[in-house]
Structures are given as C-alpha cells and as structure tokens.
C-alpha cells in the first residue's frame, strides 16, 4: 500500500515549503518529502522580490511595479502581480520578517560591503536598513574571515551610504578555537550569561555614540531575538545582523519557522530520503522515495516539483546536457556545453536560467509545449527562465510560484 | 665595464629564476623583468611532473639523463616543493609488449631506478587502477609546485642582491653601434611590489648583458633586435580533478600519445596532456574535446575518472624549438632539449643570449649552462652553487615537528602549512592574533596570506600563487572576499576592490571547462554568493551614486534606540536568561 495524500510537495526548501503551508491552510492533506537541507542554508535569509531588472536596470525602488514588464517566460508572468501580492501575504502571515509595510525595496549592507535591495528582512536585520541615516559601528571577529568589519565600513562609505559607519575587529570573550563554527559562537551567547556580558563590554569600549551596531550573524540560534535585544537593551543601541553565509543562521532560522508553520496548519513532511522515480503515464500514479535501500510508494491526486535548481541539485548536468533527475522534465538548454556560461564572471549565463518550463497553471510541459503530466507543478528554484543571482529575485520567486502551484493544484481536487 | 657586470634577465618562468639565482649567487649585480607575476607563462601552467626521465628514455636519452640528474636534485634542494609519490608506466593488454621492454631497458640505460611489477600489485598500490591492467614499470616520478619551485628561487636570487620585477614588460631592446645594451621596460605600477592603482611608467635599464628567457615569447624579444628564433610553441590541456584518485604519478606505457599521464597534486590530481601547435603564444583556441579526451582515455587506466569531478581545466605553450634544418612536422617529434642562441655568434649581435626549449624539471641545470656562458663572456670564474645549496624554505626541513599545536592550528591545516611553508614555517606562522583560516579547501591561514602579501604586493593572484588560496574545490566562491579584506589592512578599500574583481575573473576563467555535474552547482553556488548575497555585480561603490532616500528606511521607533521586536512583550529582554 503506497503512503497517500491528496497533495505531495518534493522539495523543503523555500517553495516546497511555502506550497505546504499554503495548502495545508486551505485544510488539503498535503505531506511534503525532502531529501536534504535547502538552499537556505547557504542563503542570506534576505527575501528578495526583484531588484533589478533582466537587463540590469536597478535598484528597483518598486518591484512589483517592474513584474509586468518582465519577458513572457519569467515565473512571474505566470504568477502575475496579484498573485505575488498574495503570496507575500502568506509569507507574512507565517513568519516575523519585516518590509510588508511597504511596497518599495530597502536596501541592507552586504557582508560583501555592498548594498542590495530586498523586500522582506529578518528582525535580525531590520535595523541596518540603509535608508537609515543613524550612524553605524559595525563590529567584526578577530578569527571570523567572512565579516571583516573595517572593511565592510570603508567599502559601504565608497558607496555613498547616507551615515557614518566605523568597523572594528574585536576578540570574541572566551577561548573558541580559530576556526569555530559559528553556531558555537550562537550557543555561547544564547547560553552563557559570561559571554554575553564580556561581548557587550567589548562592543561598548570601541562605540564612539553609534546609535546601530551590525554584527555577523552569530546572535543565537533558537533563541536569537532574546540575544539581540538583551544586547540592544545592554547598549542602548539598536543592533543588527549582517547576513553572510554559509551556513547562513538567518536562512535556517527562516526554513525553521516555515517548518513550525507547517506544523501547526497541520501538514506532514519528512525529511533524510530522497525521491528517487515515479510511476504513471498521462498522470503520475505515486513517486518512489528510498529509504535505507528501498523504494516505498508515495501516492497523491497531485503532485508539485519544488526540489530547487543547480545549487541543490533539483536540477543536474552531465557532460551532455542538463536534465531534471526525478521525472526527466524538459530542460532547455544549449547542446555545446560551452554555450551554457559567459565569458565574464557576472556576465549574462545561460545556466542561471536552465529550469523547466511550465503553463500558467505552473504545470510542467515537455519539449513540444505540452503538459507532461495532468498532475505536476513545479515551483522555486526547479523552474527556468529567471536569473535570480542577477536579477535579486531568488526568494520572491520560491514563494509567488510556491503559493500559485498550491492555489492551482488546490482546485483541482 | 663595471666591476660586478650587470646581467638582466628577462621572463620570470622557471628558467628566468633559475638564471637569475644562479647569477646573483655568482656575484653579478642582476635585474629579472617579468611582464605577470611570477609563473605568469608556461611555468604556471604546467603538469606539475617532476620527471624521472622515465617518459623519455626510448626516444630522447639525453633528456632522459638530465631529468634523473636534476630530479634527484631538486628532491635535495627544493624539498618543500617536491612530493616525491613514485611513478608507474602500465601497460594494458592492447599495448605493446616489445615497446614495455624497450621502456625497461632505456630506463637502465638512463640510470632511472626502474622495477617490473604486476598488474595485481601495481593494483595494490593504485587501487583504482583498471582491473586488466596487465603490469607496470616503477620510476622515481614525483609532483612539483611549480609556484612554490619559482618564488623560492626569485626569494633566493633577492637574497643575493638581485632585483626582481614583476609586472613590468620589456617594451623594446636598446640597441647601440649593434650591440644590445639594456631595455625599455614598461612597469604596470612603479618599480617594487605591485600596487593597483600606483601609476606605472616607462624605465630604461642598462645593462652589461641580457638574457632573453621569455619561452613562447623569446621569439617577439628577438624581432625588437631584428633577430629571428623560431620557437615554435605548442599548446597542452590539463584538467584538475577534485580529489586525489592516485597517489602516484600514472603514466600510459606507450610511445608518445595524448591525455596519458596523471599526475597527484597536493589535493587533487591533474590529467595530461595534448600536443598542438599554435600560431600564438597568448591567443588559441581552448577546446571542449581536448577536456574530454583527458577523461575519455584516461577512463581506461583508472575507469573512475568517468564520474568524477573536474574542477577547471587549463592550457599551457611549451616553447620548443629546433634548429631551422630540423623542421619536424610534428611538434611531438621535436625534441625536448633546451638550446642556448648566442645572438654574437648566430647572428652577429653582441650583449644577448636567448634560452629556448627544455623542460621544467632541469631548469636548474639550463640555468648553470646559461650562468656559465654569462661568466665566460666576462672572463669570470665562478663556480656553480646553485645544486649543493638548499632553497630558502627548503634548509632545514629534517624538523617536521607537530606544529598542530605550536601554531594553534588544527591539523590537516597545520601539516598542510608546514608543507607549503617548509623552513619558513616558523617564521610565518609565529602571529600574534588568532590565526584562522581563510580558504578551507586548501588550509590556508590569516599568517600565510599576510606573508604572500608582505610579498607580491595588492595583487591576489600573487597572493593565490604562493599560498594555494582559492585553487581547491571551491574556487574562491568562499574566501575571494576574504582575501580581499586581509588585502585591506595593508592597502585602501578601492585597491582591495580591484584586486577582488582580478581574482573573481580570473578564477572564472579556468572553471569554464569544467562547467557540468557537480561543478555547474558549485558555480551556480558561487555566483549565488557573490551576485546575490553580496551583490558584488552591482556594487553601488563601482557604480552611479544611489538615492537612498527612495528605499524603505525601516519602521522601527527610533526614540528607544532599539529596533522593536517581536519578543519584547514577554516581559522584558534584559533579564529575559
Ligand atoms: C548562496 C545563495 C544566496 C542566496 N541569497 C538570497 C538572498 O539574499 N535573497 C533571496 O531572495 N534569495 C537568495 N537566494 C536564492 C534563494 O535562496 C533560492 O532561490 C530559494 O531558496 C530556492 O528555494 P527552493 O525551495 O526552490 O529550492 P531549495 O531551497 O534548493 O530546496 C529544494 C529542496 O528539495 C530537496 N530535494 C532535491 N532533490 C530532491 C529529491 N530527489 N527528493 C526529495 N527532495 C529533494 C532538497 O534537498 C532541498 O531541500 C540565494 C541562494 C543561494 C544559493
Ligand atoms: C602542457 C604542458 C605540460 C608540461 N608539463 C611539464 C611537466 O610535467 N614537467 C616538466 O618538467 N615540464 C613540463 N612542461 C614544460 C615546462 O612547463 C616548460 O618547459 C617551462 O615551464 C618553461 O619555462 P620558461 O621559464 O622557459 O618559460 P615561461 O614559464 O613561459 O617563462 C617565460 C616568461 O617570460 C615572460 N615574458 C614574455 N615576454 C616578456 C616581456 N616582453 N617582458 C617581460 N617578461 C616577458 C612571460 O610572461 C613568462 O612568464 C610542460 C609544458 C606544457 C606546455
């Protein structure tokens, strides 16, 4: 007997996710099965909707001013302006992240020194928004190479940031090793009332009357917000993160609280197994998940592919073409290999936007444009035709199409 | 003529160090000038083969001696830069049995150790070898870090008083009553270490003496004086696996063929080669076949190269030449010997010898010869020191104590550091501060990074060159900004940014030819982190100044100081532990 549902999600990252919450609000049996972790690991936790324009045009003050402009083929278009409205409703419904209050982008400093616009941000990183003209300390780790302070200071002044923003390099209380993770330096501040006091007495001995402090993202695990407050409180400064990564604590912390979302509408999920292949012709029948060595039948009514793009292997290469693993969907792609980049490490790649195609009801469709299965739905990452790294649309695009695939396959059952 | 007689070298490769040292230990007053970095030319771009000679002792005997001569030289000199892993020429069934034995013999005709083993045992000690593999030869092949190799000896010529310039581009040779008498050099920075954004200029430089030893190029060197060397260069892929899959050097026991050598470089193991000629030195045409070709036959000496990972494929020009009467067709057929054109006797110009072909492995050697014609065209007699005394890195290397935890450094860090650093070793890893480490892949630490720019200046390929940075799995996707920050204690925040973009393409660069599987994703990953979660490709401080006051700037109540949180009506964050 295959293990049922009327909707089964593959794929837990940020689309899957956000079709298993849409779903399962909506009082749908959806389960969603998940091989790995996401792509948030190694994502900033910034949500962004889109913050430049395919050619390049940005920032973009209004994103959802520049969907309808976007090419035929871009998820977006599919999705439509409305549609995106909606989704980021859910979205904000289900988690604490900031930015709905408004239709324009904010801009946050980068760990790269940069700015980028973004349209949603974690509390964590609420106060670091650019457009802020409260002077900055920024305040790196002696043995934390991904955040150097100083630098990020100087390079965000050469880029005309509307404060004053210092760095310093501080050594972090206690003796952690050079290279420790920084989910102990999180541990530590959650847990040791000693860390934390020796950390705010370093911050405070190098502020000259900053009123924002930015900090890696190192400010507790679970229980983040109690640290950043009892910081801010301790400092009577506002303090924020500055997202890097990976592993990237804001990303985990978003794929955590969509989990409990998920939870609590009451969706299933399961996570360490990979579906493997699936069974049907016109329809797919179940999809086979390995577990230990087996295969074990999933069955459902209908089905959504959100198992990402190339970073997370939802979408895979050989020597010989590009190819969808699980249901060898239709990946267009270029036959020479070397038509799959460009010459120029931020030029115009093709395989940024490798991914399958679908219809407006976001259904998969094979090589002649038509439907491979009544029943499949992609979502996130898996699709193509949007250059997320380019266009800062990444995490805009998991949650519109996650949202529309589960609205569309919602009213078919 | 001045009493220490001024000899400038030019092209600073393996050979161009190798001269300079010897020159400079000699006692002459020495300038080299090089158009890159170091390694910029062949050198950086090789397979990393320390020969035994074993590869040419049927078809070129003489080559085939130098090698063993001077590989067991460099393992005593350079014994931070060799890895001495043994090599095995294999046989499979459908090779030839008679060309085996002729391998054998020419091996001990040469004076490489060499020792028959079967297929089973050369199984043992190559597990991932072919299983009908019908038996192999054993020679004393090792790996060799070409950049470590090359900055040691520019390190060692410096000690000696030499001056060495990098970035900086013989534009002309001065030429006067028909006698070379130094050059016109374009400095892309000023004289010194390479600093961007430091205007450059023109210098000219007398000199007494001028050794072209530019490889490819020697060719262009000689047209500035009207003389002709017909180096007739030869392009070679090589594609760098992601892990170790042998130990040892394999070589294809056949006569000369493509793609069959492998050879194990510190993490990784390299695949070559090919053997093409090309019109130009600086512009040929790098091809998908030749990348799969390195797969495809090597797949049948060790079958798991078919699913592996690559991680980016590279080409180099070997700068053969032969004498005009020669005129072999193919350029594997020309012969693997260096020649020494003294352009007084050849072609009637005093003041310039040119060094042309030869091999990586005996650059010590071609170094000698050319520091012995330099001594005789002064009447000097000095002898030869460069085989007895050890690179600087190299002099005491005997002491691999377990600096794990005298350097605060995990180990395999640590053991990899000391590798790299050899004799140096204390002297860069004793820091004051906590060391991290800034590339992963490959254990490079804060201390080995500032040393390499104490060095090479604000040039990150310099820095990546002596220190491995960037050059694992990962290709710089994690520690490209990193490097740019350590850059940033010493040099202001725009230099740094300049050096960040060289690196970000030059990485690129060799990746592209490695673009499927696992390696897609990784740079589908890296291009994530830089364009979106650094948004390196719209970096506002490249770019037109922004408006921020467009942008959202936050709803929080300022009046507090504190951004509101979601959290804080739980009573109270101070306490809130
Ligand atoms: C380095 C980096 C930085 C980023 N920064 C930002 C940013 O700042 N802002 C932004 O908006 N976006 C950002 N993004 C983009 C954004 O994170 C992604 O577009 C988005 O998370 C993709 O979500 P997804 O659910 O489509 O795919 P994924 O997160 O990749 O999730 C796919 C899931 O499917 C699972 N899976 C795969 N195959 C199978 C299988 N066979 N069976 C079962 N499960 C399977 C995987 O294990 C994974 O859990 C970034 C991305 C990267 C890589
Ligand atoms: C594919 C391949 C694989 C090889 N594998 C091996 C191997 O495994 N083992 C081995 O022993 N040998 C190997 N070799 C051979 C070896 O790499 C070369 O023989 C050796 O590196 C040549 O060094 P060089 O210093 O003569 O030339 P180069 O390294 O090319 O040095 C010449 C330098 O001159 C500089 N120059 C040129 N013009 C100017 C100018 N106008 N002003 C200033 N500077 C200038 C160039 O930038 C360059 O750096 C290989 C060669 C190739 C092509």
Redesign the interface.
């Known amino acids: 007997m295959a293990i049922d549902s009327e909707l089964l999600v593959v794929g837990g990252g940020l689309a899957g996710l956000t079709t298993a919450v849409t779903a399962a609000r909506e009082g749908v049996d959806v389960r969603l099965v998940s091989y790995k972790q996401s792509t948030l690991r190694n994502a900033s936790g910034l949500v962004d909707v889109l913050g430049y324009t395919p050619d390049g045009e940005g920032p973009l003050t209004d994103p959802f001013a520049a969907i309808p402009e976007l090419p035929d083929d871009h998820p977006y278009r599919t999705v439509g302006v409305d549609g995106v409205r909606s989704a980021m409703d859910v979205f904000d419904e289900v988690t604490d992240y900031r930015g709905g209050h408004t239709d324009t982008n904010a801009l946050l400093p980068t760990h790269g020194g940069t700015v980028k616009p973004t349209a949603r941000y974690p509390p964590g990183a609420a106060a670091g928004v650019a457009s802020d003209d409260r002077d900055v300390l920024l305040v790196g780790l002696q043995s934390m190479t991904d955040f150097d302070a100083p630098h990020v200071a100087a390079h965000l002044e050469a880029a005309g940031v509307p404060f004053d923003v210092s760095g310093v390099t501080i050594q972090f209380p206690g003796d952690l090793q050079a290279d420790a993770k920084v989910t102990r330096y999180a541990k530590l501040l959650e847990t040791d009332p000693a860390t934390r006091d020796g950390f705010v007495e370093r911050i405070e001995a190098n502020r000259s009357g900053q009123q924002r402090i930015g900090l890696p993202a190192v400010l507790g695990d679970d229980d983040h917000d109690r640290v950043r407050t009892h910081l801010e409180s301790e400092l009577g400064a506002a303090v924020f993160e500055v997202p890097s990564g990976p592993p990237s604590l804001p990303g985990l912390r978003l794929e955590d609280a969509l989990f409990s979302a998920l939870d609590s509408a009451g969706g299933s999920f399961e996570t360490g197994n990979p579906v493997v292949d699936y069974e049907g012709d016109d329809r797919i029948d179940h999809v086979l998940v390995e577990k230990s060595g087996t295969e074990v039948p999933y069955s459902a009514d209908q089905y959504v592919l959100a198992t990402g793009g190339l970073v997370g292997k939802g979408i895979d290469s050989d020597r010989e073409g590009v190819y969808e693993p699980i249901f060898d969907c239709h990946v267009d792609h270029a036959e020479d290999r070397y038509e799959w980049f460009d010459g120029d490490v931020f030029g115009d790649h093709p395989f940024a936007r490798y991914g399958v195609d679908t219809d407006d009801r976001l259904r998969v469709l094979d090589a002649d444009g038509d439907p491979q299965f009544d029943n499949l739905r992609a979502a996130g990452g898996v699709l193509g035709g949007y250059d997320y790294a380019a266009e800062k649309s990444g995490s805009g695009v998991s949650i519109a199409t996650g949202y529309h695939a589960a609205t569309a396959a919602t009213e078919e059952l | 003529m001045a009493a220490t007689p001024h000899v400038l070298v030019i092209g600073g490769g393996s050979t161009g160090v190798g001269i300079a040292r010897d020159l400079a230990m000699r006692e002459f007053d020495v300038t080299l000038l090089e158009q890159g970095n170091l390694t910029h030319g062949t050198t950086g771009r090789m397979h990393g083969l320390l020969h035994s000679g074993g590869r040419y002792a049927v078809a070129d005997q003489a080559s085939a001696t130098e090698c063993i001569e001077e590989n067991r030289v460099l393992r005593d000199i350079a014994s931070h830069c060799v890895e001495m892993t043994g090599g095995l020429f294999v046989k499979r069934p459908e090779d030839d049995e008679s060309y085996f034995q002729d391998k054998l013999s020419g091996c001990e005709e040469c004076g490489i150790p060499a020792e028959v083993v079967s297929g089973r045992e050369a199984r043992q000690m190559e597990p991932h070898l072919a299983t009908d593999i019908d038996k192999a030869i054993t020679v004393p092949d090792g790996a060799v870090d070409p950049f470590r190799l090359v900055v040691a000896n520019a390190a060692s010529a410096q000690e000696h008083g030499a001056r060495v310039e990098t970035h900086s581009k013989v534009r002309d040779l001065l030429v006067e009553d028909g006698e070379v008498v130094g050059v016109e050099v374009e400095h892309d920075s000023g004289p010194g270490l390479r600093v961007h954004g430091v205007e450059g200029g023109r210098e000219e430089i007398r000199a007494d003496y001028v050794v072209n030893a530019t490889g490819a190029w020697a060719g262009r060197i000689g047209d500035m004086a009207g003389v002709d060397i017909e180096v007739r260069p030869s392009k070679g892929v090589m594609t760098i696996m992601n892990v170790r899959q042998v130990d040892t050097v394999i070589n294809r026991c056949r006569p000369k063929g493509d793609a069959d050598i492998i050879v194990p470089h510190e993490t990784t193991a390299i695949l070559g080669t090919t053997d093409e000629e090309v019109a130009d030195p600086e512009d040929y045409p790098e091809e ?1 076949w030749e990348v ?1 070709m390195m ?1 495809d036959t090597l797949k049948e000496l060790v079958p798991m190269l078919e699913e592996a990972r690559t991680i980016r494929s590279f080409w180099g020009v070997r700068p053969l030449y032969e004498p005009p009467d020669v005129g072999s067709e193919d350029p594997t057929d020309i012969t693997r010997d260096f020649f020494l054109l003294d352009h007084e006797e050849r072609d009637g110009l005093p003041g310039m010898t040119s060094i042309v072909g030869g091999k990586f492995t005996t650059y010590r050697m071609m170094g000698e010869q050319i520091a012995d014609h330099v001594c005789n065209q002064f009447g000097i007699d000095r002898a030869c020191r460069t085989a007895d005394v050890p690179l600087p890195g190299s002099e005491d290397f005997s002491v691999l104590r377990d600096y794990m935890d005298e350097f ?3 180990s395999p ?1 640590g053991r990899r550091s000391v590798e790299r650093l050899g004799s140096r070793a204390d002297e860069v890893l004793q820091t004051a ?6 590339c992963e892949c490959e254990g490079v ?2 201390a080995e990074v500032q040393d390499a720019i104490a060095q090479s200046g604000s040039d990150l390929n310099a820095v990546r060159i002596r220190t491995r940075a960037s050059m694992g799995n990962c290709q710089g996707g994690f ?1 490209s ?2 490097l ?3 850059l ?2 010493e040099y ?3 230099i ?2 300049r050096a960040w973009d060289e690196l ?2 030059e ?2 660069k060799g990746q ?1 030819h490695a ?3 696992q390696q ?2 990784q ?3 890296n ?15 490249d770019g037109e ?2 408006d ?9 109540d ?1 009046t507090t ?3 509101g ?4 009506a739980d009573g109270g ?2 306490d ?2």
């Open positions: 998908q799969d797969i605060g450094l995990r860090i501060g906590p060391n991290p480490t800034v630490t804060r520690c900004h990193r740019a920050s350590e940033h204690g202001e925040e725009p740094a940014r970000l393409q990485r690129w592209r673009l499927w599987g897609l994703s740079a589908a990953l291009y994530a982190l830089h364009a979106t979660t650094q948004n390196r490709d719209h970096d506002p401080a100044s922004l921020f006051s467009a942008f959202d700037s936050g709803t929080d300022r100081g504190a951004a949180t979601d959290v804080a964050h101070a809130g532990y």
